[in-house]
DNA sequence: ACGACAGATAAGCATGTACTTATGTGATTC
DNA sequence: GAATCACATAAGTACATGCTTATCTGTCGT
């Protein structure tokens, strides 16, 4: 199941640190070390992990790796999301206004 | 921090099947567990991991407890996805559709 | 070809987590 | 008011998870 490996790999905040810093632009896997207080092989896990639930994908660049935000999981979450509108009261609107901001 | 609980509550594939059952209306926990092979007690636990995220909220209705989903976690996790929607790719029109069903 | 570098993988360990059985707490029924 | 029911809590246990150190793989510069 899909949705399992996402909503695992975004339950570590450390997971979720990097992938908000990835998000601010693609990366190797040095770059995104600093600034957060990992070790290498952590961070590798860590890329491991986020990789195989689809929030992120590599580039191999020479003897880099470039990573960068994988929309397809982003996607998931979405879809997963969308199975209970039901239950979205007025931030409806706030959704709205997002919408029409990624339509321009 | 409420995102780490809460992804943290949905990283668990039995949460989520109680919280999706949940989804289709409110019940008791003695109705939720059947469909679900669960002990009395891995159902209470699960529901508190649930209610301390925000993702499910309780009634007391005499000796039994009233739970359903509590809009506050889903509007939690719209607005973690939201801060991703750079990396929304041609499945804008997918939500765009979405929307719309929403908000009929 | 060799050393340095970027990154992945392996193995071990400490802590977290989801379960179990047992028991506690209130509300209901007789 | 005693038994029963719905549910919560406690304590223990097996397994998952995130880290560490050590080592391996592949690429680059010289």
């Known amino acids: 199941m899909v949705e ?5 790999a975004l ?7 990097i992938f908000e810093k990835l998000a601010t632009g693609g990366m190797n ?14 961070m590798s896990q860590h890329l491991a992990v986020l990789r ?5 994908r590599e ?12 929309p397809e999981g982003l996607a ?3 879809q ?8 979205w009261p007025a931030r409806i609107e706030a959704l709205k206004v997002l919408l029409k901001d990624m339509d321009q």
Do not use: C, H, M
Request: glycine residues 6%; without cysteine; proline residues 4%.
């Open 4 to 8: 399992n490996e996402i909503f695992r």
């Open 11 to 17: 339950a570590d905040p450390t997971r979720r640190a």
């Open 29 to 42: 896997a040095s770059a995104l070390r600093d600034g957060i207080d990992i070790s290498q092989p952590a």
């Open 52 to 56: 195989s639930a689809g929030l992120v």
């Open 59 to 70: 580039e191999r660049q020479g003897r880099f790796v470039n990573y960068e935000v994988d």
């Open 76 to 78: 998931l979450i979405a």
């Open 80 to 87: 997963w999301l969308a199975k209970y509108r039901a239950y």
